[in-house]
């Protein structure tokens, strides 16, 4: 059968009356946005080969728990469950290395997510971009970088700190209340605090 015309919604619910080749193709379909996310929250801290994996259970539990009647799209549930599992992930594993989720992130991304020059993106770019600055204007090297994030980051508090990681992976902050099992309405006004110290930090 050809599941490509196929409403995801229904695929589920003919998983369930046993049609088995579907979880196949729900996950042939999926490993692209799966790479794409342990891509993205390897900035936190973790191997992105075990990112993937945990990625392909959330995928497994987004196909488990689906409700048609409850849930958004397929879609938008599966990213959800996808990041969420993802983030647990490299929750556990920095508490195993006694080093919370909070604690200072890595400068640089993953080697794989360079720009057409070959370069990095440093964190405090990201964070920049959300005010509204560059680094280029800030004339900033490298170890102003560091020291910069590093007093961004102490001066945030646990929430907001890993409000910010998770937007520094491309979360909206929706999805960041979700995983973070918060209001959207907190979650926004974190992401407006974080902004602010930032701000303060770079006018001093």
């Not at 259970?57 to 996808?82: E, K, Q």
């Not at 990201?126 to 900033?140: A, D, N, Q, V, W």
């Not at 520094?168 to 992401?191: H, Q």
């Given at each position: 059968?050809?599941?490509?015309?196929?409403?995801?919604?229904?695929?589920?619910?003919?998983?369930?009356?046993?049609?088995?080749?579907?979880?196949?193709?729900?996950?042939?379909?999926?490993?692209?946005?799966?790479?794409?996310?342990?891509?993205?929250?390897?900035?936190?801290?973790?191997?992105?080969?075990?990112?993937?994996?945990?990625?392909?259970?959330?995928?497994?539990?987004?196909?488990?728990?689906?409700?048609?009647?409850?849930?958004?799209?397929?879609?938008?549930?599966?990213?959800?469950?996808?990041?969420?599992?993802?983030?647990?992930?490299?929750?556990?594993?920095?508490?195993?290395?006694h080093s919370p989720?909070?604690?200072?992130?890595?400068?640089?991304?993953?080697?794989?997510?360079?720009?057409?020059?070959?370069?990095?993106?440093?964190?405090?770019?990201?964070?920049?971009?959300?005010?509204?600055?560059?680094?280029?204007?800030?004339?900033?090297?490298?170890?102003?970088?560091?020291?910069?994030?590093?007093?961004?980051?102490?001066?945030?508090?646990?929430?907001?700190r890993k409000v910010l990681?998770?937007?520094?992976?491309?979360?909206?902050?929706?999805?960041?209340?979700?995983?973070?099992?918060?209001?959207?309405?907190?979650?926004?006004?974190?992401?407006?605090?974080?902004?602010?110290?930032?701000?303060?930090?770079?006018?001093?």
């Open positions: 059968m050809n599941y490509d015309n196929i409403p995801e919604e229904e695929l589920i619910s003919f998983l369930r009356d046993g049609d088995e080749k579907i979880i196949e193709y729900i996950i042939e379909k999926y490993k692209d946005l799966v790479r794409k996310k342990a891509g993205s929250m390897f900035i936190l801290g973790a191997d992105k080969e075990d990112l993937i994996q945990e990625g392909m259970i959330g995928l497994y539990n987004a196909v488990r728990d689906y409700d048609a009647g409850r849930d958004a799209s397929f879609y938008t549930f599966a990213d959800l469950c996808i990041s969420r599992q993802m983030y647990k992930a490299v929750e556990a594993g920095n508490r195993k290395k989720l909070n604690s200072y992130v890595s400068i640089y991304d993953d080697e794989n997510d360079k720009d057409e020059r070959g370069e990095g993106t440093s964190i405090l770019e990201k964070i920049l971009s959300e005010t509204g600055r560059s680094p280029e204007e800030m004339f900033i090297d490298k170890e102003q970088t560091e020291d910069l994030e590093q007093r961004i980051y102490d001066s945030l508090s646990d929430f907001e990681n998770l937007r520094l992976t491309g979360l909206e902050y929706t999805d960041i209340a979700r995983i973070l099992g918060r209001d959207a309405k907190s979650t926004d006004n974190a992401l407006s605090r974080i902004k602010g110290k930032v701000r303060k930090i770079l006018e001093e």
